[in-house]
């Protein structure tokens, strides 16, 4: 008996897309009717995408087209798209940015057949990982004889639930709709946004000790098209099988390759140590807080080692198990280890030798190990450009927080210059911060100074108590990428008073012009620009401190953001940037019944208003297509 299996795409405004994965699945095989669904979120304003989904013809079953007039977002979206499996055996669910393999539908057969009855199991992944979302590092998971292999990660790039199978997560999410558990999360997890829907899909999985199944081979592929995230595009592109062929498979209980959703190996015995006793933990990635087991094999700093190993194998675990000679990976008690992490560079040797080759003349040039480290930070800097965060500390109270905060960003490159009125010295350096000074700041021209001869590609300036929003840094540096015309940008701050965090403006409210500020200053003597919230180029910050003046009574960050906006738009953005314990300026510019109306969103006059004004346009952000990008609402 055939198992009844239906294909749902999930898709908003990228009709070129849409095009390209109804052209793959066109081509690909079936061996019984199968319907397709097309679901766009917000379909209202999806001109191009509705015509294609209600003109594509579908030759291999029933073709429904979902309207939905309102925008979701992608956690909702994916959501509601699943639910449609209760009227069918089995669900397959295929983003808009992916492509599948001609041989997808047999696969998905074959899986569900052997796995359905799997207790275990919680999903059929068209997708195969080569590099991981713990650190992005190279995957390579156990071949064991069978096709597939077994990860408590959930699937988001082709995947297909079972009715059993999806019910069963909806009904575990209804009683744990937050990531609240007594089971450790990996970080990577609970920094995804609010949108995401995976990580709750891997929260079950863990608290469940289920698993989703893996091809080693893909069926389906992330595209990686332009506009999406720019440092990431194509790093998850894999190769998808191209013949046919029937498929091996093995169970839960008698595969060798399972792993967790640090992407380590689960199964494995060295000695007397195995799962029971001892974490495997070879990325580095997990916090040592919350590893229970006594003993550990980690590539982290081991300050006693029972034994250590080397890095010669791709496979990382197999370098332990075969105890090959070297000095990275350590096996020792759990309590001997620090969170310290090799340079991560090691983890990449076949990239290495291929970028030796490529630039063969630069390595010959600088032809020292100096040299070659210098080349290979330089392409990394080149993803992630320096920040240089200079902090006002007229009082120590507050500073911890602040350094805290930046210490969370977990961005690579960060330089902190603290400007405090007394001269102190901080005991230890703050986790990924690279370098920290103390100046003994006198007057705003040492701030000016600093501005002026300090090496960094983006700059942001912080009072001390001033705390940065989760993934700030990161937000920012991929907006300065993005865009090369914005030269700086306006977060959204949190206003905090007595610890209690207050409602931010609307970004209506945040959009700024020189006339604005301008108007701003001559009213009050400063602007309502908060501090914590702006983010600017080393290139806008010279150029512009050699055009200041400091004979006026404003503060010399007024001045500086004064300075700014006569030299380039200021772009408001609607991400989290900061919480700030600033005193927040209000405005108090005469009324004006034009922004009054465009504050209110009256339709005409805020069209009026805003060509009026000639606002720059609002950096915003995409769940649903990972991307940055300009709107003028």
């Given at each position: 008996?055939k198992?009844?299996?239906?294909i749902?795409?999930?898709t908003y405004?990228?009709?070129?897309?849409?095009?390209?994965?109804?052209?793959?699945?066109?081509?690909?095989e079936?061996?019984?009717?199968?319907?397709?669904?097309i679901?766009?979120d917000?379909?209202?304003?999806?001109?191009?995408t509705?015509?294609?989904?209600e003109?594509?013809?579908?030759?291999?079953?029933?073709?429904?087209?979902?309207?939905?007039t309102?925008?979701?977002?992608?956690?909702q979206?994916?959501?509601?798209c699943?639910?449609?499996v209760?009227d069918?055996?089995?669900?397959?669910?295929?983003?808009?940015?992916?492509?599948?393999?001609?041989?997808?539908?047999?696969?998905?057969?074959?899986?569900?057949?052997?796995?359905?009855?799997?207790?275990?199991?919680?999903?059929?992944?068209?997708?195969?990982?080569?590099?991981?979302?713990?650190g992005?590092?190279?995957?390579?998971?156990?071949?064991?004889?069978?096709?597939v292999?077994?990860?408590?990660?959930?699937?988001?790039?082709?995947?297909?639930?079972?009715?059993?199978q999806?019910n069963?997560?909806?009904t575990?999410f209804a009683?744990?709709?937050?990531?609240?558990?007594?089971?450790?999360?990996?970080?990577y997890?609970?920094?995804w946004?609010?949108q995401?829907?995976?990580?709750?899909?891997?929260h079950?999985?863990i608290?469940?000790?289920?698993?989703?199944?893996?091809p080693?081979?893909?069926?389906?592929?992330?595209f990686?098209?332009?506009?999406?995230?720019?440092?990431?595009?194509?790093?998850?592109?894999?190769p998808?099988i191209?013949?046919?062929?029937?498929?091996?498979?093995?169970?839960?209980?008698d595969?060798?390759s399972?792993y967790?959703?640090?992407f380590?190996?689960?199964?494995?015995?060295?000695?007397?140590?195995?799962?029971?006793?001892?974490?495997?933990?070879?990325?580095g990635?997990?916090?040592?807080?919350s590893?229970?087991t006594?003993?550990?094999i980690s590539?982290k700093?081991c300050?006693?080692?029972?034994?250590s190993?080397?890095?010669?194998?791709?496979?990382?675990?197999?370098?332990?198990?075969?105890?090959?000679?070297?000095?990275?990976?350590h096996?020792?008690a759990?309590?001997?280890?620090?969170?310290?992490?090799?340079n991560?560079?090691?983890f990449?040797?076949?990239?290495?030798?291929?970028?030796?080759?490529?630039?063969?003349?630069?390595?010959?040039?600088?032809?020292?190990?100096r040299?070659?480290?210098?080349?290979?930070?330089?392409?990394?800097?080149?993803?992630?450009?320096?920040?240089?965060?200079?902090?006002?500390?007229?009082?120590?109270?507050g500073?911890?927080?602040?350094?805290?905060?930046?210490s969370?960003?977990?961005?690579?490159?960060?330089?902190?210059?603290?400007?405090?009125?007394t001269?102190?010295?901080l005991k230890?350096?703050?986790?990924?911060i690279?370098?920290?000074?103390v100046?003994?700041?006198?007057?705003?021209?040492t701030l000016?100074d600093?501005?002026?001869?300090t090496?960094?590609?983006?700059?942001?300036?912080l009072q001390?108590?001033?705390?940065?929003?989760?993934?700030?840094?990161?937000?920012?540096?991929?907006?300065?990428?993005r865009?090369?015309?914005?030269?700086?940008?306006?977060?959204?701050?949190?206003?905090?008073?007595?610890?209690?965090?207050?409602?931010?403006?609307?970004?209506?409210?945040r959009?700024?012009?020189e006339?604005?500020?301008t108007?701003?200053?001559?009213?009050?003597?400063?602007?309502?620009?908060?501090?914590?919230?702006l983010?600017?180029?080393e290139?806008?910050?010279?150029?512009?401190?050699?055009?200041m003046?400091?004979?006026?009574p404003?503060?010399?960050?007024?001045?500086?953001?004064?300075?700014?906006?006569?030299?380039?738009?200021l772009?408001s953005?609607?991400?989290?940037?900061?919480?700030?314990?600033?005193?927040?300026?209000k405005?108090?510019?005469?009324?004006?019944?034009?922004?009054?109306?465009?504050?209110?969103?009256?339709?005409?006059?805020?069209?009026?208003?805003?060509?009026?004004?000639?606002?720059?346009?609002?950096?915003?952000?995409?769940?649903?297509?990972?991307?940055?990008?300009?709107?003028?609402?």
């Amino acid at each position: 008996m055939k198992t009844n299996i239906a294909i749902v795409v999930p898709t908003y405004n990228r009709p070129h897309c849409l095009m390209r994965l109804l052209d793959a699945l066109a081509k690909a095989e079936y061996s019984q009717n199968t319907d397709l669904f097309i679901s766009i979120d917000d379909a209202s304003v999806q001109t191009a995408t509705v015509a294609i989904a209600e003109q594509y013809p579908w030759a291999f079953g029933s073709k429904k087209v979902i309207r939905n007039t309102q925008h979701l977002g992608l956690k909702q979206h994916i959501l509601l798209c699943a639910d449609i499996v209760n009227d069918y055996d089995a669900l397959i669910v295929l983003e808009d940015d992916l492509v599948v393999s001609p041989y997808f539908f047999a696969y998905t057969q074959q899986a569900l057949a052997f796995y359905s009855a799997e207790e275990k199991v919680a999903g059929i992944s068209l997708y195969n990982y080569a590099i991981t979302e713990s650190g992005f590092y190279p995957f390579y998971p156990k071949h064991d004889g069978s096709d597939v292999y077994f990860m408590q990660v959930a699937s988001s790039w082709g995947q297909c639930w079972t009715k059993q199978q999806w019910n069963n997560f909806k009904t575990w999410f209804a009683e744990h709709p937050e990531l609240k558990s007594d089971k450790p999360l990996p970080d990577y997890i609970q920094s995804w946004g609010t949108q995401s829907w995976k990580k709750h899909f891997i929260h079950y999985l863990i608290d469940t000790d289920s698993y989703f199944v893996f091809p080693h081979q893909s069926l389906s592929t992330n595209f990686g098209d332009p506009g999406t995230n720019t440092d990431r595009k194509g790093l998850f592109q894999t190769p998808l099988i191209q013949g046919k062929r029937a498929f091996q498979f093995k169970s839960l209980n008698d595969s060798a390759s399972n792993y967790d959703a640090w992407f380590e190996q689960k199964r494995f015995q060295k000695g007397i140590y195995n799962q029971s006793n001892t974490t495997i933990d070879v990325y580095g990635e997990r916090s040592l807080d919350s590893i229970t087991t006594p003993f550990l094999i980690s590539s982290k700093t081991c300050s006693d080692p029972i034994q250590s190993f080397g890095i010669e194998l791709s496979d990382y675990t197999q370098n332990i198990l075969q105890d090959v000679k070297g000095d990275f990976f350590h096996l020792g008690a759990t309590k001997n280890f620090t969170n310290k992490k090799p340079n991560r560079e090691a983890f990449f040797p076949q990239l290495k030798e291929i970028k030796d080759l490529v630039f063969h003349e630069f390595i010959e040039t600088e032809a020292t190990e100096r040299g070659r480290a210098a080349f290979e930070k330089h392409l990394y800097n080149q993803q992630f450009p320096t920040f240089c965060i200079y902090i006002l500390a007229n009082t120590t109270e507050g500073l911890a927080l602040t350094l805290n905060s930046i210490s969370r960003q977990k961005y690579p490159f960060v330089d902190v210059k603290i400007f405090a009125k007394t001269k102190f010295s901080l005991k230890t350096l703050p986790k990924h911060i690279n370098s920290l000074e103390v100046i003994e700041s006198v007057d705003d021209r040492t701030l000016l100074d600093a501005l002026s001869t300090t090496s960094y590609a983006y700059g942001a300036l912080l009072q001390s108590g001033d705390e940065y929003a989760e993934g700030a840094l990161l937000a920012a540096k991929n907006i300065f990428k993005r865009f090369v015309d914005i030269h700086w940008l306006y977060g959204i701050v949190v206003s905090k008073k007595n610890g209690i965090l207050l409602a931010p403006e609307p970004i209506c409210k945040r959009r700024f012009t020189e006339r604005l500020i301008t108007a701003e200053v001559e009213a009050t003597g400063a602007t309502s620009l908060r501090s914590a919230g702006l983010f600017f180029s080393e290139h806008i910050a010279k150029e512009s401190i050699l055009k200041m003046k400091l004979n006026t009574p404003s503060s010399i960050q007024q001045n500086l953001w004064c300075q700014f906006v006569k030299d380039t738009p200021l772009y408001s953005a609607s991400f989290y940037a900061a919480y700030s314990a600033e005193k927040e300026v209000k405005h108090k510019q005469p009324f004006s019944f034009k922004q009054w109306s465009f504050e209110k969103n009256i339709p005409y006059l805020r069209y009026v208003y805003n060509r009026q004004e000639q606002f720059p346009a609002v950096v915003r952000y995409e769940h649903k297509t990972n991307a940055y990008y300009l709107s003028d609402y």
